[in-house]
């Protein structure tokens, strides 16, 4: 729509006065080898309150509190499908640039509930799959259980300890449930009065007005349609069961242009009891949901403890959107990024828009992937910059 592009544009020139929000392009740094990876990824087991388990969904492993650069948390969020491993590649590549952190940085992803059969008893009519609602608690809960695993030789604490700050990330709908926690925890700080969220970092964000945008529309559709709201997951189910694993792997892979390890996940999603369901149900529920913003401007917003010289050393939230996104409304996109333009100037916001064409579900490609972990690894060194460093 010529409305929302005139309003990219005129916030990009606003961006190269401040640089808070600028257009991404390829550089060629990603073909330059990584320095010294980092040992971040856990693999960890956690109950679901709300269900009986068989096995644990698999991981990969506050504003009010004094931030310092000891050993800190990096937690990720996944999209729907709410599958860590789609992000393999992703992880590779980011640990492979945060070297600099030197051990003090662990990085940590998790499923979204339900999405694994082997997470929960069969979904059905009276133990439906997990909401957002749901989706968010549970996230939430899981992020205050975390403590340290080890200490790096340079990191003050010990294994056991709350890490000494939380870099939340989230992907699509984890975004959204990453502004949620923020906005939770900010609300109700005795909830993880331990829990020391320093910044949230949001990758093609789906936090407004969801059924508005192109494949929204669609998903509206059908939690709008009585027999369809009921029986597209039956539907969906049905039609792959007629197809042979192989031939869809081979569809995922070659038609739908999806990386190896992508395919391989996207086919055993497709295959499984229950993940289709689950991912329908818990779309058609963000319809509902992702509405109106109605987060406090206090989310948004440092406190003066957290400033030093008039500004944040590194900004509260770091958001990536792309130019064009089939489940993110340019018009709603351009209007939250105007609403946040006081952040923005202060520097407690930075939003860029890509202008290289990155798709929305990046993670399905080890190109994309790595593109996305250049950026995030960037913003992480910013914000490592920033914290006040321990005496040598």
Same mark, same amino acid.
Request: aromatic letters at 10%.
């Given at each position: 729509?010529?409305?929302?592009?005139?309003?990219?544009?005129?916030?990009?020139?606003?961006?190269?006065?401040?640089? #808070? /929000?600028?257009?991404?392009?390829?550089?060629?740094?990603?073909?330059?080898?990584?320095?010294?990876?980092?040992?971040?990824?856990?693999?960890?087991?956690?109950?679901?309150?709300?269900?009986?388990? @068989?096995?644990?969904?698999?991981? /990969?492993?506050?504003?009010?509190?004094?931030?310092?650069?000891?050993?800190?948390?990096?937690?990720?969020?996944?999209?729907?499908?709410?599958?860590?491993?789609?992000?393999?590649?992703?992880?590779?590549?980011?640990?492979?640039?945060?070297?600099?952190?030197?051990?003090?940085?662990?990085?940590?992803?998790?499923?979204?509930?339900?999405?694994?059969?082997?997470?929960?008893?069969?979904?059905?009519?009276?133990?439906?799959?997990?909401?957002?609602?749901?989706?968010?608690?549970?996230?939430?809960?899981?992020?205050?259980?975390?403590?340290?695993?080890?200490?790096?030789?340079?990191?003050?604490?010990?294994?056991?300890?709350?890490?000494?700050?939380?870099?939340?990330?989230?992907?699509?709908?984890?975004?959204?449930?990453?502004?949620?926690?923020?906005?939770?925890?900010?609300?109700?700080?005795?909830?993880?009065?331990?829990?020391?969220?320093? *910044?949230?970092?949001?990758?093609?964000?789906?936090?407004?007005?969801?059924?508005?945008?192109?494949?929204? @529309?669609?998903?509206?559709?059908?939690? *709008?349609?009585?027999?369809?709201?009921?029986?597209?997951?039956?539907?969906?189910?049905?039609?792959?069961?007629?197809?042979?694993?192989?031939?869809?792997?081979?569809?995922?892979?070659?038609?739908?242009?999806?990386?190896?390890?992508?395919?391989?996940?996207?086919?055993?999603?497709?295959?499984?009891?229950?993940?289709?369901?689950?991912?329908?149900?818990?779309?058609?529920?963000?319809?509902?949901?992702?509405?109106?913003?109605?987060?406090?401007?206090?989310?948004?917003?440092?406190?003066?403890?957290?400033?030093?010289?008039?500004?944040?050393?590194?900004?509260?939230?770091?958001?990536?959107?792309?130019?064009?996104?089939?489940?993110?409304?340019?018009?709603?996109?351009?209007?939250?990024?105007?609403?946040?333009?006081?952040?923005?100037?202060?520097?407690?916001?930075?939003?860029?828009?890509?202008?290289?064409?990155?798709?929305?579900?990046?993670?399905?490609?080890?190109?994309?992937?790595?593109?996305?972990?250049?950026?995030?690894?960037?913003?992480?060194?910013?914000?490592?910059?920033?914290?006040?460093?321990?005496? #040598?």
């Amino acid at each position: 729509m010529m409305y929302g592009y005139g309003v990219c544009n005129r916030y990009i020139t606003s961006a190269r006065r401040n640089e #808070a /929000i600028t257009r991404i392009e390829t550089t060629s740094t990603l073909g330059t080898e990584p320095t010294e990876s980092v040992r971040a990824v856990l693999c960890c087991k956690t109950a679901s309150p709300k269900r009986k388990k @068989k096995k644990k969904d698999t991981l /990969i492993h506050t504003r009010t509190q004094t931030m310092a650069a000891g050993h800190g948390l990096f937690f990720f969020i996944p999209g729907n499908p709410g599958l860590v491993d789609y992000y393999t590649d992703f992880f590779d590549a980011l640990k492979a640039r945060i070297g600099w952190a030197d051990g003090h940085i662990h990085v940590h992803g998790r499923d979204l509930f339900g999405f694994r059969d082997d997470s929960h008893e069969p979904f059905s009519k009276d133990s439906p799959p997990y909401d957002v609602e749901h989706q968010i608690e549970l996230v939430f809960d899981h992020l205050a259980s975390l403590r340290r695993t080890d200490s790096s030789r340079n990191a003050p604490g010990k294994k056991g300890e709350p890490y000494d700050f939380v870099v939340i990330a989230g992907h699509s709908v984890g975004s959204y449930i990453a502004l949620e926690i923020f906005h939770r925890h900010l609300k109700d700080p005795s909830r993880a009065p331990h829990l020391k969220l320093l *910044t949230g970092m949001l990758l093609f964000p789906t936090v407004t007005h969801i059924s508005k945008s192109p494949s929204g @529309k669609q998903m509206e559709l059908i939690r *709008t349609t009585p027999f369809l709201d009921n029986t597209a997951h039956v539907i969906a189910q049905k039609f792959l069961n007629l197809w042979p694993a192989g031939a869809l792997r081979w569809f995922v892979g070659n038609v739908l242009g999806m990386g190896p390890k992508a395919a391989d996940v996207t086919t055993s999603f497709l295959k499984s009891r229950d993940g289709v369901w689950q991912a329908i149900h818990m779309g058609k529920d963000e319809m509902k949901v992702i509405t109106e913003e109605k987060w406090d401007k206090e989310l948004w917003e440092v406190e003066e403890d957290d400033v030093g010289n008039g500004k944040r050393a590194a900004p509260r939230f770091f958001f990536f959107f792309a130019k064009k996104d089939h489940w993110v409304g340019d018009h709603f996109r351009d209007h939250f990024i105007r609403a946040r333009e006081k952040h923005i100037e202060n520097g407690w916001a930075r939003v860029e828009i890509d202008d290289t064409g990155l798709p929305h579900a990046f993670c399905t490609t080890e190109k994309n992937s790595e593109i996305i972990a250049a950026k995030v690894a960037e913003w992480l060194k910013e914000v490592w910059d920033g914290l006040p460093q321990p005496p #040598a």
